[in-house]
């Protein structure tokens, strides 16, 4: 508890390593004793070790072991490292060869015969080095890109060549994102082994590397690659049109520099034509855009390609709002590429916009289609309610209504359509639902046992505690991890690890991750402290005053907040949103004047009651902009104003859920609907809350 001071001091050395940040955390390690002095000589060591200033290193991690028990393996660990890359071998031998004996319960233990394996390399001792990885040979770690590595090296320096360069291959294949995919590639170069990999491999490579979004990496590979003699003409071609798809990413590819590849009738020509596709779609060409896909259809019917160019196609005339050609290129794809990632969303949407256009029936067959094949997807929900709508308005079966809104409530409980299922359920009156197997068989993510009795006394807890507060926040989570029994108990022990230095953004972020279901759990399904991390109250008070001033609901206030920066008063988006509320500087200046601030700067809205001062102010006026209707409000803070204008202007909407489900925009979409889910989950929480406070009392 006493080295909680240090974390703000010690997150600021581990980012900025400036002089400042040194010279505080040292004050702080030398005016401490135990063990928060040893974090502190902890977050010294490591901050010296990124830098390079070994011996600094060394004298921090032997303080750190001199003043405190509990971060002992890191001191040692991390001390062997400063050796190793200084090249004081004997020590580093030294720590690393009693290593596992003296710490049996370190996460590092699995590391050790790697950097034992390199010592003995770097003293030129391929035998030893073989010796340590070869007692592990059958161990999890030896399915590791830096295992494979290190026995590569001992197979090369011990003359075993062709070993080391099919291990090399590997490394370089098995692990293409990794570091030592590189170093491999390196050391085949070095050994004139660079031809035994094939062409098709290196270009699974570079594949490999575009599919991670790394396209300027990609884009390199595949040109290199074309340039080798050995390749084909046909290859060639290939690999120049998948590097311009990696242009096309980066939003540089030029329709001349396109054309200029040869066309060919294989998937290379299918790729080259949806580019192609891409670029008049980015002109509003719909002429061309339509000629391209027809050529697809006629020369590469069974292209994955063509699924690519359909999508995109209906994605274009959605925004049109040209609603039956949208319809058309959707329901062609999900007919050609039943299974393509695409067809779920595409049929849906196929679905939708048929509803929009009064073609009830076929919207009906779509649905209960969409239903049927594509079970488990996110557009589910949609098409349950939806389904329902349509037997209760359009074919005047309310018994059918009732069954496909009562499964929306119970499988998908707090989705945005699961409480106006309930409304629609209310509406019916006392309507037996129908009795359906097909629905009743569906059923909410199980729920694992989870508890929120958190051992903080567990040696692996309290170093994690130790690992916050020095700032090395990447081993927090495989620290709790290590614990007995930290799968009922983990997630929740990480998160409020950050949660108590108020950082809710990473305790949220921790916990989605630990339980993605948790949007169709009840309220009494997960402890209130898995709720209270995922559903935070920080800066409430003035939340609740500041929205009382503007006329608002303080938990709309709270739940835009959450869906815009997760409570993180520090954020700064792409688009130059600034803080808690997301306010753009152009917007905190006109409130800041009209709430008499002078000498406004955009850093102010990164002060929490700066932001939810000024963005309480800008969510009123955009409410009495839409006529205090919330789902026009939220869609226009997302998106503008002027496109809500616009999609309100295609109009006939028979309530606001028809708006909210014909937003264009995915993004802007999920953010309304999620927006109106985190609103109600607050209400349930604090309502929870107090009937557990009220039964307290009561015994």
């Known amino acids: 508890m006493a080295s909680s001071q240090l974390r703000p001091m010690a997150q600021q050395l581990a980012s900025m390593r400036s002089p400042a940040a040194y010279a505080g955390v040292s004050a702080y390690a030398h005016a401490h004793t135990g063990e928060a002095s040893a974090a502190a000589y902890i977050a010294l060591g490591h901050a010296y070790l990124l830098d390079h200033k070994f011996p600094e290193a060394v004298n921090a991690f032997r303080q750190a072991n001199v003043q405190g028990t509990a971060l002992d393996d890191y001191a040692d660990y991390l001390e062997a490292q400063a050796h190793l890359q200084s090249n004081n071998l004997p020590q580093a031998e030294t720590i690393l060869s009693t290593f596992a004996e003296k710490h049996p319960d370190s996460i590092f233990v699995v590391s050790v015969p790697v950097l034992q394996a390199n010592l003995f390399l770097q003293e030129g001792d391929p035998q030893a080095a073989l010796r340590i990885l070869e007692a592990h040979k059958g161990e999890a770690i030896a399915n590791h890109a830096d295992y494979q590595l290190a026995l590569a090296k001992t197979y090369q320096m011990a003359g075993r060549l062709p070993e080391a360069t099919q291990l090399f291959r590997r490394t370089f294949l098995g692990f293409p994102l990794s570091n030592e995919a590189a170093q491999a590639k390196t050391q085949l170069a070095a050994l004139g082994a660079t031809s035994s990999l094939t062409v098709e491999e290196r270009s699974h490579h570079a594949d490999a590397l575009y599919n991670a979004g790394r396209f300027n990496d990609a884009a390199e590979e595949y040109r290199a690659l074309a340039a080798d003699p050995a390749v084909t003409e046909g290859l060639r071609s290939s690999l120049l049109v998948a590097a311009a798809s990696s242009d096309w990413k980066l939003k540089r590819l030029s329709k001349e520099t396109l054309e200029r590849l040869p066309d060919s009738n294989d998937e290379t020509g299918a790729r080259r034509l949806y580019l192609l596709m891409e670029l008049a779609r980015n002109k509003d060409d719909g002429e061309t855009q339509r000629s391209i896909v027809e050529q697809m259809e006629s020369r590469f019917p069974s292209s994955p390609w063509l699924a690519e160019a359909l999508y995109s196609s209906g994605n274009m005339y959605l925004l049109r709002k040209d609603f039956p050609n949208a319809i058309a290129y959707y329901g062609e794809l999900t007919k050609r590429f039943p299974r393509s990632n695409y067809a779920p969303s595409a049929h849906w949407r196929a679905a939708w916009f048929n509803y929009r256009i009064g073609q009830y029936s076929e919207a009906a067959r779509l649905m209960d289609e969409q239903i049927a094949v594509y079970h488990g997807g996110k557009e589910i929900p949609s098409a ?53 197997s097909s629905l009743e068989e569906m059923h909410p993510e199980p729920i694992p046992t989870l508890s929120d009795d958190v051992p903080e006394d567990d040696p692996h807890v309290v170093r994690a505690h130790l690992l916050a507060n020095a700032g090395l926040n990447e081993y927090i989570a495989p620290e709790i991890q290590a614990a007995d029994g930290s799968e009922e108990w983990g997630a929740l022990a990480e998160a409020k690890i950050y949660a108590s230095y108020g950082e809710n953004w990473r305790a949220m972020r921790s916990m989605k991750r630990a339980i993605p279901f948790y949007t169709s759990a009840p309220i009494d399904a997960l402890p209130m402290g898995y709720w209270r991390i995922l559903f935070p109250q920080a800066y409430w008070p003035t939340i609740k005053s500041e929205s009382e001033k503007n006329g608002l609901d303080p938990y709309m206030v709270a739940a835009l907040i959450r869906q815009e920066s997760e409570f993180n008063p520090g954020a700064v988006s792409h688009a130059n949103a600034y803080g808690l509320m997301q306010l753009l500087p152009s917007v905190g200046k006109s409130m800041a004047k009209e709430e008499g601030i002078h000498h406004f700067a955009t850093n102010d809205l990164l002060e929490p009651d700066t932001n939810i001062r000024l963005g309480t102010r800008y969510l009123r006026q955009t409410l009495d902009r839409f006529n205090s209707q919330p789902e026009y409000t ?43 889910r985190n609103e109600q989950i607050y209400r349930e929480l604090d309502h929870a809350s107090t009937t557990q406070e009220r039964a307290s009392a009561t015994h």
Do not use: C
Not at 652 to 668: A, L, Q
């Open 634 to 676: 939220f869609a226009a803070y997302n998106a503008g104003d002027n496109r809500v204008a616009d999609w309100q202007a295609i109009g006939h909407y028979s309530g606001m859920d028809e708006f909210v489900e014909s937003i264009p925009f995915t993004e802007t979409r999920e953010y309304v609907q999620a927006i109106i």
């Open 384 to 436: 349950l309610y939806w389904r329902g709508r349509l037997y209760q308005d359009q074919e005047r079966r309310p018994d059918m209504a009732a069954a496909y809104y009562t499964t929306v409530s119970r499988v998908y409980r707090h989705y945005y359509y699961a409480s106006i299922a309930q409304q629609r359920l209310a509406e019916l009156g006392s309507v037996t639902p129908a009795n359906m």
